[in-house]
């Protein structure tokens, strides 16, 4: 059984900092890893998708990366902005399971000016 | 190209009533997966149709719940007599292959059932 972690739970920071999102899965038979956020009543959206056979992924000021073996993903975030404010989840699919996908409970950022 | 539409965006019911959440798929998109996120939890996967068939409902609770996504029209997530446990958020997502093609899902808005 998959389950995926997230850590930490929140986090509130002042604008400018860099800061990393932390996410750790049981289960290293992973076909991808996806980061999304989530606003506040509103979907998901998808920020970063790493293939089991990658090691990061950047998009701006985002940059995933993945270590499969250990079970571990980090979001690293730089250069914090108040828009970043939103729920960060992160989601493995296993590949076996047709596009199943096992979601964190999400870490909630605020990032104050 | 419209993202994936939910219908209702809010919807409250009494308990013993049905409830019908509708999910349109993004235009070229025959796979569908709802997920259900319960308060102060993680989405979880319910469902996953492609046109006219139900691939993997292992997620679904065995009664109350069911899913369809016909030939034509949306994808329907019904919940007969339902109960204050079922006050969540329910979200539908779509993909223009299995998740197995590496594609990333595309995430409606969500409906957000509440049960009184």
């Known amino acids: 059984k998959q389950e995926v972690t997230q850590i930490p739970a929140a986090l509130s920071v002042p604008e400018g900092e860099n800061l990393v999102l932390n996410c750790s899965f049981t289960d290293s038979a992973i076909y991808n890893l996806q980061w999304f956020r989530q606003d506040p009543g509103k979907g998901l959206t998808s920020l970063l998708l790493i293939q089991s056979s990658q090691r990061e992924q950047t998009s701006g000021r985002l940059n995933a990366s993945l270590d499969k073996s250990s079970g571990r993903s980090t979001l690293y975030i730089a250069a914090s902005q108040p828009g970043d404010s939103a729920t960060y989840l992160c989601?493995?699919?296993?590949?076996?399971?047709?596009?199943?996908?096992?979601f964190g409970r999400g870490t909630q950022l605020t990032v104050w000016p | 190209n419209a993202g994936v539409m939910q219908n209702p965006r809010h919807l409250v019911r009494r308990r013993g009533q049905e409830a019908r959440l509708r999910c349109s798929p993004m235009?070229?998109?025959?796979?569908v997966y709802w997920y259900r996120q319960l308060p102060e939890e993680g989405l979880k996967f319910m469902v996953y149709l492609q046109k006219e068939n139900i691939i993997d409902e292992s997620g679904m609770p065995k009664e109350r719940f069911s899913a369809e996504f016909p030939k034509e029209g949306p994808s329907i997530l019904r919940i007969q007599q339902v109960v204050r446990g079922d006050s969540a958020a329910y979200f539908c997502?779509?993909?223009?292959?299995?998740?197995?093609?590496?594609?990333?899902?595309?995430f409606g808005p969500g409906t957000r059932l509440t049960v009184l």
């Open positions: 235009k070229g998109h025959s796979h």
């Open positions: 997502a779509s993909s223009p292959r299995p998740g197995t093609g590496g594609d990333t899902q595309y």
């Open positions: 989601a493995v699919d296993r590949g076996s399971t047709l596009g199943r996908l096992y």
